[in-house]
């Protein structure tokens, strides 16, 4: 019999796979074309969508542009750093466009990021939209991999837009 896990939080499926890119429109293109990925339902993440936005434990403010789509049980996500402090923009600098972060579901995104924080993996950069939130843990030197705390709200806001249409 398998020993039981002594983890504070339990993953038991990645629910997101997100890549950080310098342009959305060509990189949604490019699966589309490539591999048939899409529809993509695109959002412009900032206030006042995304509200109590926080860059390394600090309040801040920022804006990125998302594309999502499914892949089978798995959203992939597209994200275009537009301004501000972001883990995105750092990762741009540091190591170019790539895999960003692995992401899965919660029921409650703050008491999760507040049961990582200490477990000794501090929060990157948060927020929250519409029922729903996002944390990521400070988890890369650990785990090999930023993972993102992901609360779904209810319902998605409609997106902006989607391509193709």
């Not at 019999?1 to 997100?18: D, G, L, R, Y």
């Not at 310098?22 to 969508?49: H, R, S, V």
């Not at 860059?55 to 804006?63: F, I, S, V």
């Not at 089978?72 to 972001?86: A, F, K, N, R, Y």
Request: contains cysteine; proline residues 7%.
């Amino acid at each position: 019999m398998a020993q039981a896990s002594p983890a504070k939080v339990k993953v038991t499926e990645i629910n997101q796979i997100a890549i950080v890119v310098k342009d959305l429109q060509k990189t949604m293109e490019y699966y589309w074309n490539t591999f048939g990925i899409g529809p993509w339902d695109i959002y412009t993440f900032q206030a006042p969508l995304v509200t109590e936005m926080t860059y390394h434990g600090k309040p801040a403010q920022y804006r990125m542009k998302l594309a999502l789509t499914m892949v089978g049980p798995v959203m992939l996500e597209l994200i275009e750093h537009l301004e501000g402090d972001t883990i995105y923009r750092d990762f741009l600098e540091e190591r170019g466009e790539g895999l960003h972060h692995l992401g899965f579901f919660v029921k409650n995104m703050d008491e999760t990021v507040q049961t990582m924080e200490k477990e000794g993996f501090p929060c990157l950069q948060s927020g929250h939209f519409d029922g729903g939130g996002y944390g990521y843990l400070d988890t890369a030197n650990t785990l090999k991999a930023i993972w993102e705390a992901i609360q779904m709200p209810e319902v998605m806001p409609p997106p902006e837009a989607r391509w193709p249409e």
